[in-house]
């Protein structure tokens, strides 16, 4: 563990009115000895050098006892801000940083003269940094470990996985398999977005050797995709600024031999997939040669949503002929289904296999992420546009009346719990919801769960649901329950009330990857020919 010269070492280098000493050192404490308290008057500040070598991982000890400060770490041969700490002794603790090449110390600046105490409570350098597990989930892992202790170099070991890809899959037995995440070579670490958890995991670096990776016991009918972000810049700014940096590095596993969509025009842009042994294959995904449909774009106008959105007419092959019995699929986020997620093509496939019927849909996009998230979330005047402007609109286009128990509201996390809140308003118009992961944990007037006690507290209406979650949809943010545990809810709510329900749950998480087969399973639920 590196040291800050006795912790760390201040040099005093800025004067106000007042001459502040700067012919002796200051030291702080270490680790194991208690924490020194020290005084700053107002406008004045002391700057402490830190000991750091690029890579290293700090956490500091920081406390007030009097008075107000910040906290900052600047560069210290330019004096450059680098980030805020602390601001007016408001911050989001613990303190902690990863050096980059730039020295660095630490500027405590006093807003109201008191006393403060400044520490390194753990430095790591960056060859340390790495995993001290002796045992292991992955065999494969295991039996590394053991080679690299005798002596061995990990260039069998990358041989092969070049060859068979990523992530490592090893059967555990009762239906489970190990999944091992892989990256190679990177200097601070690795984050993993899509983990079969609700996280963003870190990966662990194997002892003395350049592989870092993260095993994990999965169900052996496990589909979803991921990316990796590799040494993730550490930036100043916000906390919310400073997460949001791992973009900066996701990307696309280099290793996996399943990239999605495999056209992208770049990594960025692309996730790897993972499709395990005894997942199901896609039946209707692909332009399959089938019967195409008909696709038509508009534009629509809110006068109360006070804006305009694109909107996709679809009808498939032999709607015409059918349309007055045909059902009508409503899809919210146009941008995923109809782009990424080709449904359109989905829907051809399906009524060329004749498990539904011929059917028109409508797409419709959310114009920007936060006009989504003002939109989706039971809103009121969004699902009188819906019902009122939207659905007279696409009756009117296809030349016919729609009844509610063959019209279809669906979609995914917000678009799910969108769907559930319409149909729920207009019943009369909209009589099954397709909700793919959707967002039940949603709160209004300080009542979590708020659309299982909409149905509870409301008389049962003539809707039926198809609901799915992903085992992995544990948690959300920082709430204790998450997507699985609010989807399972909602249904034994529903079906206390007497409502029809389905439940379905994957081996998934909060993934497109999964909610495009997904989608077809709730749409053979609900429409499907051999449904009563």
């Known amino acids: 563990m590196f040291s800050l010269r006795k912790t760390l070492i201040g040099l005093i280098v800025f004067m106000m009115s007042q001459s502040v000493s700067s012919g002796f050192t200051l030291e702080l404490s270490k680790a194991d000895t208690p924490a020194e308290v020290r005084f700053l008057q107002q406008g004045h500040e002391e700057t402490f050098e830190l000991k750091a070598k690029p890579g290293d991982y700090v956490q500091l000890g920081w406390q007030v006892d009097s008075g107000r400060f910040n906290l900052d770490s600047i560069d210290r041969l330019t004096g450059a801000h680098i980030r805020r700490f602390v601001s007016a002794n408001t911050g989001r603790a613990p303190f902690l940083l990863v050096a980059g090449d730039a020295p660095i110390s630490l500027k405590v600046s006093a807003i109201e003269t008191g006393n403060f105490t400044l520490s390194v409570i753990k430095q790591v350098s960056i060859r340390h940094q790495e995993s001290q597990q002796t045992k292991y989930l992955s ?5 590394l470990a053991d080679q690299l202790r ?3 170099s990990t260039d069998t070991f990358w041989t092969e996985v070049e060859q068979k890809g990523t ?4 059967d555990n037995g009762n239906g489970e398999s190990i999944l091992t995440f892989l990256a190679r070579g990177a200097k601070t670490g690795v984050r993993l977005l899509g983990a079969p958890t609700s996280n963003h995991e870190g990966l662990e670096r194997l002892t003395g050797s350049d592989v870092w990776f993260k095993s994990f016991i999965v169900p052996s009918t496990t589909r979803l995709s991921y990316q990796l972000a590799i040494d993730v810049p550490v930036i100043s700014g916000t906390w919310v600024e400073r997460r949001r940096a791992i973009l900066a590095t996701l990307a696309a596993d280099p290793l996996n031999k399943h990239p999605w969509p495999a056209d992208a025009i770049d ?9 395990l042994p005894e997942a199901a294959s896609p039946r209707f995904l692909g332009d399959q040669v089938v019967a195409k449909s008909q696709i038509k774009q508009y534009e629509i106008e809110s006068k ?5 959105r694109d909107i996709w007419l679809y009808r498939s092959e032999g709607y015409e002929a059918s349309k007055a019995t045909a059902p009508l699929l409503i899809m919210f ?3 995923h289904y109809n782009g990424r997620v080709s449904v359109p093509d989905i829907l051809d496939n399906m009524v060329a296999d004749s498990v539904i019927p011929p059917i028109a849909a409508i797409f419709i996009s959310h114009i920007d992420s936060k006009t989504r998230t003002v939109e989706l979330p039971n809103n009121a005047q969004f699902a009188a546009f819906i019902s009122k402007t939207l659905l007279p609109f696409a009756q009117a286009e296809l030349g016919t009346s729609i009844a509610p128990e063959r019209t279809i509201l669906a979609g995914s996390s917000f678009g799910g719990l969108a769907s559930s809140t319409i149909a729920l308003r207009y019943p009369q118009h909209f009589g099954n919801v397709l909700s793919m992961s959707g967002s039940y944990w949603y709160s209004e ?19 039926r649901f198809f609901l799915s979650a992903g085992l992995f949809e544990k948690s959300v943010a920082s709430r204790g329950q998450g997507i699985l545990y609010s989807n399972q809810h909602l249904r034994d709510v529903l079906i206390a009330k007497n409502y029809q329900v389905k439940l379905e749950t994957y081996a998934a998480g909060h993934d497109l990857f999964s909610w495009q087969t997904i989608l077809s399973d709730g749409l053979i639920h609900l429409i499907g020919k051999d449904v009563p």
């Not at 065999?139 to 039996?143: E, N």
């Open 333 to 335: 986020d146009s941008e």
């Open 139 to 143: 065999p494969r892992l295991s039996h």
């Open 445 to 463: 007037d300080n009542n979590e769960n708020y659309v299982a006690s909409l149905v509870a507290n409301a008389p049962r209406q003539g809707v």
């Open 150 to 152: 005798a002596g061995s």
């Open 167 to 170: 992530p490592l899959i090893e």
């Open 304 to 308: 109360a949503l006070g804006n305009k």
């Open 267 to 275: 990594p960025y842009n692309q996730h790897s997939t993972v499709l």
